[in-house]
């Protein structure tokens, strides 16, 4: 089994950058990630104090965990500490920006978010390509990434923080190009929930980029600021479209399959489209993904830790959600999806889910969806491999894990 190191050989800048740590006494001694001086400068750079509470309740706490955890537990290298200070700068900057924002305009937080199509289900299931989909109809709304980056227009208009998301993004493939064939990162798509709620610091993405096993997260407090978020772009967006309807809200990430309880009561009407894909697909290429993604900031091998830590989480959420839809514990407003059947046909298999939630599936967007894929032909940035034996695991494992999900789900088996 190759190791990290050998499946994503790191570019030589980046090495002499990490390497540096040696000649100081380490990478804490280059770049500092002390909370206070981070929320001092962060109030210094903008001429701003109030940093939000009464959006998410004690953010300073998350954030002073967060950082507890991470320089206890993470290992970060060099870049790893870069990237981690300013997305933490970023992110305060943001709530600052966005708390002056509701307070100049408090009316944005009497906007409705009515009958979200949100998507979940296991990582690697065709859930991005769900919310790239969903996202192109003009009649929708989706986090766009320039915009949840930077909510406000206080670092300039759309052009300048387009550039400043994609500087952001730029880094990571810089520091690992091998991610563009595993996620494509663009300013000008939708962001995944989790990137939206990181401001919180409370949200799922610092777990996912970082080895962070005491951090306290807090699912209910990054969803409060998600929204907030929400509420903004949606009030913007009814300024400029004054005579056209308020769109539905498009959202996604696997995060939500734990917690769908919390959607629901922050979102009773959503319909949740749950996406299912072969899990010998899915497990490996999701354990691949979360070890690349961590590898970026440290020099940790963490394979192993990774398949102990996940286990077989993936099929038993998924089975539990079985159970509790057949047990009427949860709405009835659940959208399976396939992946086979997306692939398939995606213009059918999307028909589907407007119909089922009642929306109105026009013949522009039709046209729209073929027209995306025809600009993201598979394979258009390389091929993520992923083969289980690659990654340290038995198929005939997988398999018997799986048969249950399989099953219950008529999931159709890829491999």
Not at 50 to 56: N, P, Y
Not at 223 to 248: A, C, G, L, S, T
Not at 284 to 289: D, I, V, W, Y
Request: one cysteine or more; charged letters at 30%.
């Amino acid at each position: 089994m190759k190791t990290l190191a050998e499946r994503f050989p790191r570019p030589d800048l980046v090495k002499r950058i990490n390497l540096m740590a040696g000649t100081v006494g380490g990478a804490a001694e280059l770049i500092s990630l002390e909370p206070n001086e981070m929320i001092e400068a962060s109030s210094r750079i903008t001429g701003l104090s109030d940093f939000g509470e009464r959006i998410d309740g004690d953010w300073r706490g998350r954030l002073e965990g967060l950082v507890a955890s991470l320089e206890a537990e993470a290992d970060l290298n060099v870049m790893g500490r870069l990237q981690v200070r300013q997305e933490i700068l970023r992110c305060l900057q943001s709530r600052l920006y966005l708390t002056k924002k509701i307070t100049d305009q408090p009316e944005i937080l009497n906007e409705e978010i009515l009958e979200p199509l949100i998507i979940t289900g296991t990582g690697r299931s065709g859930t991005t390509i769900t919310l790239e989909l969903l996202g192109q109809d003009t009649d929708s709304l989706a986090p766009i990434a320039w915009r949840a980056f930077h909510p406000t227009d206080d670092l300039g208009d759309e052009e300048t923080l387009l550039q400043l998301t994609e500087c952001e993004q730029d880094l990571w493939l810089d520091v690992c190009p091998q991610l563009v064939a595993i996620h494509e990162l663009r300013a000008d798509i939708p962001d995944e929930c989790i990137g939206v709620q990181k401001p919180s610091f409370g949200g799922m993405l610092w777990w996912v980029l970082h080895d962070v096993q005491t951090f306290p997260m807090d699912p209910e407090a990054a969803m409060k600021y998600q929204k907030v978020i929400m509420q903004v772009m949606q009030f913007e967006h009814r300024k400029k479209n004054p005579d056209k309807k308020v769109p539905h809200w498009v959202l996604k990430t696997p995060t939500y399959l734990p917690m769908l309880d919390l959607v629901f009561s922050i979102y009773p009407d959503a319909w949740i489209i749950l996406n299912h894909r072969d899990p010998l697909k899915t497990v490996p290429s999701g354990l691949s993904t979360l070890a690349v993604s961590r590898y970026m900031r440290s020099d940790r091998e963490n394979l192993e830790q990774l398949r102990d830590l996940t286990g077989n989480a993936r099929n038993d959420m998924m089975m539990d959600i079985h159970r509790r839809r057949l047990a009427g514990e949860l709405p009835e407003r659940f959208i399976d999806l396939h992946f086979s059947d997306l692939m398939s046909d995606p213009v059918k298999a999307l028909e589907s889910v407007y119909r089922i939630s009642g929306k109105k599936f026009t013949q522009e967007y039709q046209q729209t969806i073929k027209n995306y894929l025809a600009q993201k032909p598979k394979g258009k940035h390389g091929k993520h491999s992923y083969r289980p034996e690659d990654l340290g695991m038995d198929t005939e494992t997988l398999k018997k894990e799986a048969k249950s999900y399989i099953e219950s789900y008529q999931v159709k088996i890829e491999s």
